[in-house]
């Protein structure tokens, strides 16, 4: 039996972001939530400092976008989870489609980013999705589960990740999933994670206040992570008002 957990929405500010946009995070910070929510905003590196400070000691999380898959040492331009969990980073997005097409990032190096992060305490965040032609060529649970069987960690560190399910196609197009599509790509993953069916399974791809009630009321959905949307305090609080 999978015990629902309480939602999470993470906002994912991709390379957007200035300090002036420090104020939207102080706005978020204030908001309080109308129902328990665990809330992570994920700024790019050059704004967690500032953010964790914006942040102060309210309820909000910081995260980051990605890491390097080794430690600290001699790698010109990369950031280390060590590193991230010194700047008060709890949670690390992993694999997210864009990485995975900019900097072609394979499962392989999805999972030793993924260790990496809970080598230093940090909770991975590991996104997965299929491409329209995938989905057009009814592949998509085969893609998906494919790339979470080879991008999770083994061991019991797995029970320190959430898992999104992006739909390639989705992100940042205004175009979703139908509710029975995203159930059955949520029931698939979650039916392929054996022991660890109550690890949380967010849904990303396309995301906003008018869409955000009835996609985090689907069965199987444990919250969202936010794109565009994440990007102001009014559309990303709306957001996390929006879960069951
Ligand atoms: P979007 O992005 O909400 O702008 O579609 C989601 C994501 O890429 O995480």
């Known amino acids: 039996m999978v015990i629902a957990s309480r939602p999470l929405i993470v906002g994912n500010w991709k390379m957007q972001g200035l300090r002036a946009s420090i104020a939207e995070m102080e706005a978020m910070a204030r908001h309080q939530p109308v129902r328990p929510v665990d809330i992570c905003l994920c700024p790019p590196f050059t704004l967690l400092e500032a953010g964790g400070r914006a942040i102060g000691s309210s309820a909000l999380w910081i995260g980051a976008q990605d890491c390097a898959p080794s430690r600290m040492g001699a790698h010109t331009g990369d950031i280390a989870a060590e590193q991230l969990a010194d700047m008060g980073v709890r949670m690390v997005i992993l694999g997210h489609s864009e990485r995975r097409a900019d900097h072609g990032e394979t499962n392989a190096v999805v999972r030793a980013k993924a260790e990496a992060v809970l080598a230093a305490g940090l909770e991975p965040l590991?996104?997965?999705g299929e491409?329209?032609?995938?989905?057009?060529?009814?592949?998509?649970?085969?893609?998906?589960?494919?790339?979470?069987a080879e991008s999770l960690p083994e061991g019991e560190g797995r029970a320190r990740c959430t898992i999104a399910y992006e739909p390639v196609w989705a992100i940042g197009t205004g175009r979703t999933p139908t509710g029975r599509e995203i159930i059955e790509a949520h029931a698939a993953l979650r039916g392929s994670l054996g022991m660890h069916q109550t690890l949380r399974i967010l849904y990303g791809g396309s995301v906003k206040p008018g869409n955000a009630a009835e996609i985090l009321a689907l069965s199987g959905v444990d919250g969202a992570l936010v794109g565009g949307a994440s990007l102001t305090a009014k559309d990303f609080v709306a957001i996390i008002d929006a879960c069951p």
């Not at 329209?132 to 649970?141: L, N, P």
């Open 126 to 128: 590991i996104c997965v």
């Open 131 to 148: 491409t329209a032609r995938e989905r057009d060529t009814g592949a998509t649970v085969a893609v998906i589960l494919a790339q979470l």
